[in-house]
């Protein structure tokens, strides 16, 4: 009996190790998360969700969180793209522009506007609310799904887009419950 006992006990605490890796496997910063708590005090915006793109995370790995700011807990992770013009030959840096023809991703924070129909489908204008993002909505920056973006993470980096984060299918789907619900607009905040 006791054997048993001391079987399911290692086994719990192998589980629960597992799942506390799994959570982890998703880097997100607190600092960041505080940043858009404050961004958003007082203003216009979505005050419960959040999007975070951690670029620092190889492409082929979950990078993209939608993040609930009062529960403090992610709620729906993914691959997520970044553009082709970001990628140093030879380098696992990546650089960032605001200028249009860049093909690069920009980083900071973003207002998801309303949703529209386009060659993706369904997709998000963007509209950059920093210097470093600014020139997003005359660049065509929006949030949508390409087929080449796998629902899971590998370590495979994924296919690159014009400098516009692009999920799965699937994902962009369940994206959408949470944007499509919100009566204000979310942040989007991708950092480097």
Partial sequence: MMKHFIFLFISLISFSKANSQQLKTFDLPQTRVAEVKNYIKGKEYNQGLAIFINFKVPSGKYRYCIYDLKNDKIVQKAVVSHGSGSVLPGSDVLKFSNTDGSYQ???????????????????????????????????????????????KESQSPVCLSLGCPMLSVNALKESAKYIDK??????LYAFY
Avoid at 119 to 134: C, D, H, I, T, V
Avoid at 182 to 187: D, R
């Fill in 105 to 151: 991703s920009s980083l900071g924070k973003y207002s998801v506007g309303e949703s529209y129909i386009g060659k993706f489908g369904k997709a998000y204008r963007l509209k950059g609310l920093e210097s470093s993002n600014s020139n997003a909505m005359q660049r065509a920056i929006v949030l949508h799904s390409f087929g080449c973006i796998p629902d």
């Fill in 182 to 187: 919100s009566k204000q607009p979310i942040i």
